[in-house]
Structure formats: structure tokens, C-alpha cells
């Protein structure tokens, strides 16, 4: 029975860590989720309220599974583990039967589950954790109550940090199918077998003779008798689900050359993109380095565009009013907030290749660009914050040891 309580506790500590951090490390991610769900339920008014929920849902669920995996505090945290099952368990339940938004959302976007699936995911993790509810008192630590209490604290202050950083930058981690390294058109692309959604088309024609209206299907339709049909409409109805490709909605519409994505993909040269999804709430105190950074490319010869979901009218508002020196093409604002989350940011392409990607107060300095070739600068910026985030991870790893280190003192000295 101690194995079993143990490993329920093991998994739902793991489980709650992950979600936890997945979501902290991408809180625009979560904010942008909390709002299709207040919207989808006629809950906008609870908008302005999205990113709060995003750093503190994030938060609360790595503390819980920190104590849990850790056997920190559990006789109280068993509480919100219970909690926060015993809210989410309906809430996807409802969510499954309406499907109000496709992806919970309860891992990011490292993990994408159907609303299906995280209802039955959850009614798992909720037996688990009545289980570790109704044998809390029999956890015990082996550090002072007060050692738990500073290690939780620790926990959520690193956790915080982590965030908050995402949150004034760019996520640590990148799951998303436009992550530095990934190239788009291989990512718009049906995998070699894969087989794509599968759709019945009914078409409907009037009998000029009688005037009646029948339905047909492709194979049989009177395309070619013109004398005695005419074609009234057309609808279609998905049969059978197939793949779906990680993007596949992409779609960049000049103001005058029409649609250029496939010319964007498809250029050897480099092409840097500045990506604003609303113009009237990005921040225009970072469009001074980004207007340099236009200047740096036209020297170049690089492609440069900005990519908005605004209107018209907000765009020649915004270009006159902030000297911008380039031109805005129109995208799908669901695909502009996946592409990167900060408003403005910048997205560097070759070859339709990601090189790199920097929010808006990390544009570079044109003398670091100028120094260099664009290729390597990227490259050689990727390596550095690699290195630090290694860095990190053992500082992390230490910190986990010393917390494990206790224990097996205290088992030695019984």
C-alpha cells in the first residue's frame, strides 16, 4: 500500500511540475487561452484579467507538484491538489461535451491533448489524488517544517522569475512549429503516407424544365447538361479526419503583390520580419530600433515586412505616425500571436528557415550587425543563451540535490 500511495504521489507531483512549467514558461500562451475560453463562454469582461490568471494558475499548479514529488508540506497542499482537481475534472468534462476551443491548453504547447483526452487524463490524476488526500497525514518529511516552508518559497520565486522573464522576452522554450530551426514550408507540408481531411461535397442544381432542385454528388453531377440544369449551390461536410499539418493556415497578403508566402519561403536571401498582430497595442518605443534594423536591410538587400492582423486604416496610422519604412502585409492574428509572442517582434528567415527571433526590446544593435554576417550573428547569439540556460539548469539540478540530501542524511543517522 506504501508503494501505491508513494507512485500516486510521484505522478501527480510530475504531472502538476510539467503543466506548471509549461505554462510558466509561456505566460502570453496561457493569457491568449484564458481569453478564447472567457470569450467562447460570454465571459469577456473577465479579459483584463487573463494574464494574472496566467502567472498565478502556472504558479500555484508547479508549487503543488513540487510538494508532491518532493513530500514538502503535503498534509496542506494536498488541499489545492484536490482542489484543482476536483474544479478542472467538470470543467473539461463540460469542455468535452461543447468543445468550445479545440486544445485545453493544459500543457502549452509542448503537449497537445483533445478536450477528450484531458477530461479522461484528469479523472485519473483525480483518483490519485483522493488517494494522496485520504493518507495525507501519513507523508512525513524528513526536513523541519520550516526547511519545507523555505524550499517551497525558493521553488516559487525561481519559478516566478522564469515568467516573468518569458513574459518580458520570449519563452525559454519554444514548442511551437515556428521555433528558432524550424523551416515553415517543411511545417505546411502533408508527411510522406499522411493522409489529409477527407470532405463529401453536395452540389445542388435546378431543373430549368420544372424547376425542381436536386442534389448531387462530384461523380454525377450535370456539369455538362446545360440545356436542362443550372447550378444553384454547393456545400461540403468533413467524412473522415486526417492530418493536420503543424501550419496550415499561413497565408502573407501583400497590399499590392497579393499573396507572398511561397516567394518568402522559397528566398535564399535573408528576410526579416517585424510582427506586430495589433498594432494599436504594440509598443511603439521599440519602433525606433526596428526602423534601424529596416534601414540595415534595405543596405543589405534583405526583404523586410512587417506582418499585422490590424486594418488598413490602423496601418497607414501607425506607419505615418511612428516613420515606419517599410510595408505591412496582412496575416491571420492567430498565426502572428504563434509566430512569436511579443508585440512587436522580430522574426529573421532564410531560405524559410528560422534563424532567429527577438522580441521587441531585444532587437541587436545595428554595430553588432554590421560586424557581422546575419547567419552567424544568429547563430553565435543562439550558442551564447544556450550556454547560459545550461548554466541555470545546474543551478537548478544543485539546488534539487541539496534538497534530496536531508533525507538520506537523516536515513543514515536512524
Not at 162 to 181: K, N, Q, T
Not at 279 to 299: C, F, M, W
Not at 386 to 412: E, M, N, T
Amino acid at each position: 500500500m506504501k508503494l501505491v500511495k508513494n507512485l500516486c504521489r510521484i505522478i501527480v507531483g510530475i504531472v502538476f511540475i510539467y503543466s506548471g512549467f509549461v505554462k510558466g514558461i509561456d505566460p502570453l500562451g496561457s493569457d491568449y487561452k484564458f481569453t478564447d475560453y472567457f470569450n467562447a463562454f460570454g465571459m469577456s469582461w473577465m479579459n483584463a484579467t487573463t494574464l494574472f490568471f496566467s502567472f498565478a494558475l502556472s504558479l500555484a499548479e508547479f508549487l503543488i507538484g513540487i510538494a508532491l514529488l518532493f513530500n514538502l508540506w503535503i498534509s496542506r497542499l494536498a488541499w489545492g491538489a484536490l482542489l484543482f482537481m476536483a474544479f478542472f475534472t467538470p470543467l473539461t468534462l463540460v469542455l468535452a461535451l461543447t468543445n468550445p476551443v479545440s486544445d485545453c491548453g493544459c500543457f502549452g504547447d509542448a503537449m497537445i491533448l483533445t478536450n477528450w483526452q484531458t477530461f479522461w487524463k484528469n479523472i485519473i490524476l483525480l483518483l490519485m489524488t483522493i488517494m494522496i488526500f485520504v493518507y495525507r497525514k501519513e507523508f512525513k518529511s524528513q526536513l523541519a517544517p520550516f526547511g519545507q516552508f523555505s524550499y517551497l518559497v525558493l521553488a516559487g520565486i525561481g519559478m516566478l522569475c522564469i515568467s516573468i522573464y518569458s513574459y518580458r522576452h520570449l519563452p525559454l522554450l519554444d514548442f511551437r512549429p515556428y521555433a528558432v530551426g524550424k523551416n515553415i514550408a517543411e511545417g505546411m507540408q502533408l508527411p510522406e503516407g499522411a493522409e489529409p481531411d477527407q470532405y463529401e461535397v453536395t452540389l445542388k442544381y435546378k431543373n430549368k424544365q420544372t424547376g425542381e432542385i436536386q442534389s448531387f454528388t462530384e461523380e454525377n453531377y450535370p456539369w455538362q447538361d446545360t440545356l436542362n440544369w443550372e447550378y444553384e449551390s454547393s456545400s461540403e461536410h468533413l467524412v473522415k479526419k486526417g492530418y493536420v499539418t503543424p501550419i496550415h493556415d499561413l497565408v502573407i497578403e501583400h497590399p499590392t503583390l497579393g499573396n507572398i508566402t511561397e516567394e518568402i519561403l522559397e528566398d535564399n536571401n535573408h528576410t526579416i520580419l517585424a510582427v506586430a498582430y495589433n498594432l494599436g497595442k504594440s509598443d511603439a518605443k521599440y519602433q525606433t530600433a526596428i526602423n534601424r534594423l529596416a534601414d540595415y536591410a534595405r543596405e543589405k538587400g534583405f526583404r523586410f515586412y512587417g506582418l499585422t492582423a490590424s486594418s488598413e486604416q490602423d496601418i497607414e496610422a501607425y506607419k505615418k505616425r511612428n516613420h515606419v519604412p517599410y510595408e505591412f502585409c496582412t496575416v491571420d492574428e492567430i498565426q502572428l500571436k504563434t509566430m512569436i509572442r511579443s508585440n512587436p517582434g522580430v522574426i529573421v528567415l532564410r531560405g524559410g528557415t528560422i534563424l532567429d527571433k527577438w522580441a521587441g526590446k531585444d532587437v541587436p544593435d545595428m554595430k553588432e550587425l554590421q560586424a557581422t554576417d546575419l547567419t552567424a550573428y544568429c547563430i553565435h547569439s543562439r550558442v551564447q543563451m544556450q550556454r547560459i540556460y545550461l548554466v541555470y539548469s545546474i543551478i537548478l539540478l544543485f539546488f534539487v540535490a541539496y534538497l534530496l540530501f536531508p533525507r538520506r542524511k537523516g536515513k543514515r543517522n536512524n
